[in-house]
């Protein structure tokens, strides 16, 4: 197939593009190129032929029919996003602007296209989401497709938001849509200023490791090269209005996740363990989510797709990488904001 990939100089999207390319996809991979995307995320494929990159912002509606009409994909795979919960309390107002307005332009540049072609049933547009739509949790339950909406962060809300837009495009013009609401992903290439990159990061350079509140928030953790896999499956074998929750039923405490960071740095570097030590608790994230969990009963069944990597394998595949590629990560921890706690606002 031919695919377009927004955001494909991101964390997932590269994941997805390398993924693509491997197994034979042409891909163009459209992106703005904002403060969280790195070019050198997709270097394995970059000089492949079945690789092209478009430097483009997905509000900018002239620029998606250009690239549309030039490439004539099979489906959009659409990634691009702001995504970093912090920035969105700060700042909200780029969050609805590019996952609200810029998912917008890019169904209607992808519904003007998709008519032009004479409607082709077999054509996809794929929009990733989020488990976060779905709010919190408490201590038990896991969220199904059927879960209600209650989105607690601008990010999410703007996220919610745009799963509404994409449904509706399908109930109303028909066009042949599938989603997909994922749990927290992890692995290579993640930007260094998520949780787990902060945690290997900070220990490396013997910095304090924040937590926030008491750590007991718990998410549901995927590995990234998972993911990749899961949305190709959606995209190729999922059923056209349809929406698939995607997770890797491996639940942990945040401050248990760190502390499995804090042991693989301890084997990898003893002179500097326990790294443990570093830990340090500090003020909550306002309206922080409780606990995310996946029910992936569906994907599972209908289209047979489960994770292969377990969390203790992911998690020493990452610190393995972080520790390998040390030019990667200084890039960009010199750029806005990164190091910095951010989401204080409120
Ligand atoms: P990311 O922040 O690493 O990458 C986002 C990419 O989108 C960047 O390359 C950026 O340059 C690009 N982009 C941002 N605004 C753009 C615009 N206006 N026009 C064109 N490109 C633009 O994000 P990620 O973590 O890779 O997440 C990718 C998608 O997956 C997002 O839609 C996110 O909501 C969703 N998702 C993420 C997670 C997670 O754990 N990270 C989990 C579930 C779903």
């Not at 092209?52 to 489906?75: K, N, S, T, Y």
């Not at 998410?219 to 499956?233: I, P």
């Amino acid at each position: 197939m031919k695919l377009l990939v927004t955001g494909g100089a991101g964390f997932i999207g590269s994941a997805v593009v390398r993924a693509a390319v491997q197994r034979g996809h042409e891909v163009v991979n459209l992106d703005a190129l904002t403060y969280a995307a790195c070019l050198d995320n997709v270097a394995e494929v970059a000089d492949s032929p079945l690789y092209v990159f478009e430097r483009a912002d997905i509000r900018d509606r002239e620029a998606l029919d250009r690239i549309l009409a030039a490439h004539a994909p099979d489906a959009v795979m659409h990634l691009a996003a702001e995504s970093h919960v912090d920035r969105s309390i700060d700042g909200p107002g780029t969050f609805v602007e590019t996952n609200v307005a810029g998912t917008f332009a890019l169904l209607e540049a992808a519904r003007a296209y998709w008519t032009r072609a004479g409607r082709p049933e077999e054509f996809r547009f794929h929009h990733i989401s989020t488990d976060e739509v779905f709010g919190s949790l408490g201590p038990d339950g896991r969220f199904s497709e059927s879960s209600p909406y209650a989105p607690n962060s601008p990010y999410a809300a703007s996220k919610a938001a745009s799963d509404h837009l994409v449904r509706a495009w399908h109930e109303t013009y028909g066009l042949p849509v599938v989603l997909s609401n994922c749990s927290n992903n992890y692995g290579p290439f993640h930007f260094p200023e998520k949780l787990i990159p902060v945690v290997i990061l900070n220990a490396l350079a013997g910095r304090e490791i924040p937590v926030y509140g008491s750590g007991e928030n718990v998410r549901d953790w995927l590995f990234v090269e998972d993911h990749a896999d899961a949305l190709l499956t959606v995209l190729t074998r999922g059923r056209p209005g349809r929406s698939y929750n995607i997770g890797g039923e491996a639940e942990a405490r945040n401050i248990d996740l760190v502390r499995m960071i804090c042991r693989l740095l301890d084997a990898r570097r003893p002179e500097a363990a326990p790294h443990e030590r570093l830990v340090t608790f500090v003020a909550d994230r306002p309206g922080h989510d409780l606990r995310y969990a996946i029910d992936p009963s569906r994907i599972r069944e209908e289209l047979g797709w489960r994770p292969q990597v377990t969390l203790e394998e992911g998690l020493a595949r990452t610190v393995d990488w972080y520790l390998a590629n040390r030019a990667w990560w200084e890039a960009l921890q010199a750029r806005d904001g990164v190091g910095r706690r951010l989401g204080t606002v409120a």
